[in-house]
């Protein structure tokens, strides 16, 4: 096992994989991941950690409130691990929101200055287009190629665009509601496995978020980025960036532009990865893995269980 974990890279999940109770078990086991929440709670200046341990799940599930909410999970589970295993991941890399999670754990971005960014990103994301304009879609069981193709076809000069490419064979697209709806028939047409609309509260990753970017420039332009210790795989170009002068535009670029998380994973593996560590709640990641590359190790933490799993699995 210590051989086939030497080249590791720590991935961090985005949107999506939150849950009521998430966390609460670290905190209760590792005095680390509870400070990790209470500083979340004095940066925001409120009780996100009630919020995450004990829901309302309606409350939890608004993006302003779920972005700081997975980023404080996911940098609670980290810390946990860190100060037990000397295992140093030769790359970081996150989803979307979980890209912000890597940055922490690298050390390029201060803790409290991340979570005040995706507090404020999530409120801006979900300011940028009314309720009702703009959906969001995951397609199944279509090549990429195709997913470009459709989403041409059925934009009829609204916006459409793939917004996650998750794996080769799950597509998220995003755009405004009628041009989501003719691009399911399409893709129906086209044998889509399945289409399904997301329950999501805005158009993420998609052009529509064009209007955040200069307001969310403010936000992040008093922040510090510091060289990290590993680089991180950016979801807007799938390479890896330790240069701290690039990283506030790259944040940037992404709230508008697609995940390319396939290959971010596909580059992994290139560079001789055959390990990662999911942090924070759920293994949806690691799900996504398995799927581009069949031949990587895929662990994740997310509580005590699962983080004593893994370091009994490395001695």
Same mark, same amino acid.
């Given at each position: 096992?210590?051989?086939?974990?030497?080249?590791?890279?720590?991935?961090?999940?985005?949107?999506?994989?939150?849950?009521?109770?998430?966390?609460?078990?670290?905190?209760?086991?590792?005095?680390?991941?509870?400070?990790?929440?209470?500083?979340?709670?004095?940066?925001?200046?409120?009780?996100?950690?009630?919020?995450?341990?004990?829901?309302?799940?309606?409350?939890?599930?608004?993006?302003?409130?779920?972005?700081?909410?997975?980023?404080?999970?996911?940098?609670?589970?980290?810390?946990?691990?860190?100060?037990?295993?000397?295992?140093?991941?030769?790359?970081?890399?996150?989803?979307?929101?979980?890209?912000?999670?890597?940055?922490?754990?690298?050390?390029?971005?201060?803790?409290?200055?991340?979570?005040?960014?995706?507090?404020?990103?999530?409120?801006?994301?979900?300011?940028?287009?009314?309720?009702?304009?703009?959906?969001?879609?995951?397609?199944?069981?279509?090549?990429?190629?195709?997913?470009?193709?459709?989403?041409?076809?059925?934009?009829?000069?609204?916006?459409?665009?793939?917004?996650?490419?998750?794996?080769?064979?799950?597509? #998220?697209? %995003?755009?405004?509601? &009628?041009?989501?709806? =003719?691009?399911?028939? /399409?893709?129906?047409?086209?044998? $889509?496995?399945? @289409?399904?609309?997301?329950?999501?509260?805005?158009?993420?990753?998609?052009?529509?978020?064009?209007?955040?970017?200069?307001?969310?420039?403010?936000?992040?332009?008093?922040?510090?980025?510091?060289?990290?210790?590993?680089?991180?795989?950016?979801? #807007?170009? %799938?390479?890896?960036? &330790?240069?701290?002068? =690039?990283?506030?535009? /790259?944040?940037?670029?992404?709230? $508008?532009?697609? @995940?390319?998380?396939?290959?971010?994973?596909?580059?992994?593996?290139?560079?001789?990865?055959?390990?990662?560590?999911?942090?924070?709640?759920?293994?949806?990641?690691?799900?996504?893995?398995?799927?581009?590359?069949?031949?990587?190790?895929?662990?994740?933490?997310?509580?005590?269980?699962?983080?004593?799993?893994?370091?009994?699995?490395?001695?």
């Amino acid at each position: 096992m210590k051989e086939m974990i030497n080249k590791t890279a720590h991935v961090f999940p985005g949107q999506g994989s939150q849950y009521v109770g998430m966390g609460k078990a670290l905190c209760e086991a590792f005095s680390e991941s509870r400070e990790i929440f209470e500083r979340a709670d004095e940066a925001l200046g409120e009780k996100l950690s009630v919020l995450c341990w004990e829901g309302p799940e309606e409350e939890l599930k608004r993006t302003a409130n779920q972005q700081p909410a997975i980023l404080t999970t996911s940098i609670a589970a980290w810390v946990a691990f860190s100060k037990r295993s000397t295992l140093k991941p030769v790359f970081f890399a996150g989803h979307s929101l979980g890209e912000y999670s890597a940055l922490v754990a690298s050390g390029a971005l201060p803790f409290e200055d991340a979570v005040r960014a995706v507090r404020a990103r999530g409120q801006l994301m979900q300011e940028a287009v009314p309720e009702g304009v703009g959906a969001m879609a995951v397609v199944l069981g279509v090549d990429v190629a195709k997913v470009q193709r459709i989403c041409g076809e059925a934009a009829q000069g609204q916006v459409l665009a793939p917004a996650n490419y998750n794996e080769p064979n799950q597509t #998220v697209i %995003a755009g405004d509601v &009628a041009a989501v709806e =003719r691009a399911g028939e /399409l893709f129906k047409a086209a044998g $889509a496995r399945r @289409v399904l609309r997301l329950p999501v509260s805005a158009p993420f990753h998609c052009p529509l978020m064009l209007p955040v970017k200069a307001r969310f420039a403010a936000v992040l332009e008093p922040f510090c980025f510091s060289e990290p210790s590993a680089p991180i795989v950016s979801n #807007v170009e %799938a390479l890896p960036n &330790a240069n701290p002068s =690039r990283m506030r535009a /790259l944040l940037l670029e992404q709230v $508008a532009a697609p @995940v390319r998380w396939t290959e971010s994973v596909e580059f992994l593996s290139r560079e001789g990865i055959c390990q990662t560590i999911e942090f924070g709640p759920g293994k949806v990641l690691s799900g996504l893995i398995k799927r581009i590359c069949p031949q990587m190790n895929c662990a994740h933490i997310e509580d005590e269980k699962s983080l004593h799993a893994l370091l009994g699995g490395m001695q």
